[in-house]
């Protein structure tokens, strides 16, 4: 298994930013797939972004050029700037964690973090 702890969601007016922390630990693959979800109320989760562990990055289209996913591979974390941010924004966003250990894949997520937008 691996384990995901999350940190810096928070309360934020719109324009300001806020840099979310994952690190897994556990179970970890050399290759695997880091990368951050978010749920707003009433919603199904998406995509926010991705990262390999070779460092080839996926965004949403509407998160392109405001949120920057990044990760070093030796502390086994994962980290979300996110710029201008705006109300729709709001959402508790999730670590997520896939890739293969022993010829079994693993796919984990954190508890979510909290991220609001509101003047």
């Known amino acids: 298994q691996v384990q995901l702890l999350e940190s810096g969601g928070g309360l934020v007016q719109p324009g300001g930013s806020l840099r979310l922390s994952c690190t897994a630990s556990?179970?970890?693959?050399?290759?695997?797939?880091m990368g951050w979800y978010r749920q707003a109320p009433g919603k199904q989760r998406e995509l926010v972004a991705t990262?390999?562990?070779?460092?080839?990055?996926n965004y949403a289209d509407s998160m392109k050029g405001r949120f920057t996913i990044s990760r070093e591979n030796a502390k086994y974390s994962v980290w979300l700037q996110m710029n201008s941010l705006k109300p729709e924004d709001t959402a508790v966003y999730y670590c997520?964690?896939?890739?293969?250990?022993?010829?079994?894949?693993?796919?984990?997520w954190g508890q979510g973090t909290q991220v609001t937008v509101s003047s």
């Open positions: 997520n964690y896939n890739g293969m250990w022993k010829l079994r894949r693993i796919d984990s």
């Open positions: 556990g179970s970890i693959g050399v290759n695997n797939v």
């Open positions: 990262i390999t562990s070779g460092g080839t990055t």
